[in-house]
C-alpha cells in the first residue's frame, strides 16, 4: 500500500550539501516506488543565502514546498539563529496545512531541533514521526565551544528534543555509536534503527587519472593528488591537514586538493596563503552528474572528525570516496563509525590528529606504492557494494516507513 511521507529539511535539491544530496536521494526512490512524497524545506542554498529557489515545484516525481525565510546566511551565529526560528515557524505552518492522519512526518536535523515543532504537529494532525539524526544537537554545539548550547539553555534544549526523541514512532541514526548516544537519553531501543548514509554506487564510478577531464581542467598532471571533497565544517580538524602540507611543500609532485566549502574554508585558505602554501588547490562544490570525474581527480583523500564529536556525527565524505574506489585517510578516532570501517574494510589509513609526520608517511607510502593503493581502492569498492550503497539504504528506508505504518 503506498504511503504518503512529508520530509522536514531546511535543504533540498538543486542544493548539493550532504544533508540535501541523502534526502533527494531517498525522496526520488520512495517516489518512483509508488509512494506520495512531499518535501518541506527553504527557498535557500546552503553556500548561498541570496539564492531564491521556486517557492513550489514537481521534481522527479516529488512534491517540493518551499517556505520563504530570513536569508542571513551561516556567516555569524545570530543571523543563523534567526534563519533558523524563521524557517521553524514557516515550515510547521506548511506542514499543518499539509499533514493529514495517518501520514509519516520525516524530520532532518537541519535546522537543528526541527523534530521538536515536527513532533508538535504530527500530534496536532494525526501524523507519525520519525526522525532522521544527521547529529544530535545541542551536544555537537556545546562540544564546539557554542555557550547557548551549554548551561540551563543547553539543557532546556536537550530537554525538548529528548521529547521528541521519545515520542516518536521511529528515530533513524546512522551508526551504532549515535545508537548508543541515543538510548542513552531514555528512547526506547526498539525505536531506534541504523540506517547509514550512502552513495549511489551507479552514479559514482572510478574514473582513471589518463581519462578523467577534471585533472586535465585543474592542471593536476601525473602529480600524487590528495584530495578533500565536501564540507568544512568545525566538527572537521584540519590543522594536521595544513601542517602536513606546509611539510611537503618541498616535494612538488604532491598536491592537496580541496573541493567544496562551509565554515572552515576561509580559515584554511587564509591559513595556506599566509604560509605561502602552492601545493594546496581549493575548488568549489561541483555538480552532482561530475562528481565521479572530481572525486576520482584525487588519488587518495581525507576524511576527518574531531575524536570527541564520535557518536554525535558520521562524516558522509567517506561513502563517495569508496564509491569511486579510492583509499581513505581518515584523522580521528580510529575506533569510531568511519575509522572502524577503513580498518576493518583495510580500504585506507587511520591517525589521530596532530599525527603530522603519520599523515606525511602515509601520503608519501601512497605515492610510491601504487599497489597497495589500489588494493585499498578496490576493497573500498566493494564494502560500498556490500554495505553502504544507495539501494540498500532505500529499501532499509522502506521497511522502516512499512514497519511503523502497520504497528499504529
Known amino acids: 500500500m503506498p504511503l504518503k511521507i ?15 544530496q541523502m534526502l533527494t536521494d531517498l ?5 518512483a516506488g509508488g509512494d506520495e512524497v512531499q518535501i518541506v524545506t527553504s527557498r535557500l542554498r546552503y553556500d548561498d543565502a541570496a539564492a531564491s529557489l521556486a517557492p513550489h515545484e514537481v521534481s522527479d516525481g516529488v512534491d517540493v514546498h518551499r517556505v520563504r525565510t530570513s536569508a542571513f546566511g551561516r556567516g555569524n551565529l545570530p543571523g543563523r539563529a534567526l534563519d533558523y526560528l524563521s524557517f521553524y515557524v514557516a515550515a510547521s505552518a506548511k506542514l499543518f496545512r499539509l499533514a493529514r492522519p495517518g501520514d509519516v512526518i520525516v524530520a532532518k536535523t537541519d535546522p537543528p531541533l526541527v523534530s521538536v515543532v515536527a513532533g508538535w504537529v504530527a500530534r496536532l494532525r494525526g501524523a507519525l ?3 532522521w539524526l544527521q547529529d544530535l544537537f545541542p551536544e555537537v554545539a556545546a562540544k564546539l565551544g557554542m555557550a547557548p548550547a551549554r548551561g540551563v539553555g543547553g539543557r532546556l534544549l536537550r530537554r525538548l528534543r529528548d521529547g521528541s526523541l521519545r515520542r516518536a514512532a521511529a528515530n533513524v541514526v546512522l551508526g551504532q555509536r549515535m545508537r548508543g548516544r541515543v538510548a542513552a537519553l531514555g528512547v526506547d531501543p526498539t525505536k531506534i534503527a541504523v540506517i547509514p548514509n550512502w552513495a549511489d554506487g551507479a552514479l559514482l564510478r ?15 598532471g601525473d602529480r600524487f593528488v590528495v584530495g578533500y571533497s565536501g564540507n568544512m565544517g568545525r566538527v572537521h580538524e584540519v590543522r594536521t591537514v595544513l601542517d602536513a602540507a606546509d611539510a611537503l611543500r618541498a616535494q612538488a609532485d604532491i598536491v592537496f586538493l580541496f573541493i567544496g566549502g562551509g565554515a572552515q574554508k576561509a580559515a584554511v585558505a587564509a591559513a595556506a596563503q599566509e604560509r605561502g602554501l602552492s601545493n594546496i588547490l581549493f575548488k568549489p562544490y561541483q555538480p552532482r552528474e561530475s562528481l565521479g570525474q572530481s572525486l576520482s581527480a584525487a588519488d587518495a583523500h581525507l576524511v576527518t572528525l574531531r575524536p570527541e564529536l564520535e557518536g554525535l556525527v558520521v562524516p558522509s565524505k567517506f561513502y563517495g570516496v569508496a564509491a569511486v574506489g579510492r583509499p581513505t585517510i581518515f584523522i580521528g578516532d580510529a575506533e569510531g563509525e568511519i575509522g572502524s570501517i577503513v580498518r576493518e574494510a583495510q580500504c585506507g589509513v587511520c591517525l589521530r590528529p596532530g599525527d603530522v609526520a603519520g599523515l606525511v608517511s602515509a601520503i608519501t607510502t601512497l605515492r610510491d606504492d601504487s599497489a597497495s593503493r589500489q588494493r585499498m581502492g578496490d576493497n573500498a569498492r566493494r564494502v560500498l557494494d556490500a554495505r553502504y550503497d544507495k539501494a540498500i539504504a532505500v ?9 511503523v505504518t502497520t504497528a499504529t
Open 395 to 403: 529499501a532499509a528506508w522502506r521497511r522502516l516507513l512499512e514497519s
Open 6 to 20: 512529508i520530509f522536514i529539511n531546511r535543504f533540498y535539491a538543486p542544493d548539493h550539501s550532504a544533508t540535501s
Open 129 to 131: 514521526l520519525v526522525n
Open 206 to 220: 572510478p574514473v582513471e587519472r589518463a581519462g578523467n577531464p577534471r585533472r586535465a581542467e585543474w592542471g593536476l
Open 27 to 31: 525522496a526520488v526512490a520512495l517516489a
